[in-house]
């Protein structure tokens, strides 16, 4: 008997991650998703959903408690970002790109995760 498929789609609220964990889901995947906007991952036949904003400093607390949900995980899929047009190159812009872009990716990067 083949073990059960286990996915983690971080960033599934919308967009690329919404569309991942969709396709994961009907082929079998048993996936966990989260983003900043729960509401928008309801009734996508997650077997869990958890609340992560990636800038949160909880971020690491929150994907630990989502992969004990879902058993372990196999697949880690990042798909959590912003990105603004900023020709006038606008500090607070730039700065909020790399808090959810760069700070936020290396935040809730799995650290001695279940698999």
Known sequence: MQQEKRA?????????G????KK????GWKVGV???????????????VEKIDVTAEEATEALQ??????GGMDLFFYASGIGK????????????TLQTNGLGF????????ET
């Open 24 to 27: 994961l889901i009907d082929e």
């Open 85 to 96: 047009q900023n020709r006038e190159l606008q500090e607070d812009i730039e700065l909020a």
């Open 18 to 21: 919404l569309e991942v964990a």
């Open 34 to 48: 989260a983003a900043r906007r729960v509401e928008l991952m309801q009734g996508i036949g997650a077997v869990a």
């Open 65 to 70: 408690r989502l992969i004990s949900k879902v």
């Open 106 to 113: 290396t935040r809730i990067l799995p650290h001695d995760a």
């Open 8 to 16: 983690i789609v971080i960033g599934a609220s919308s967009g690329i």
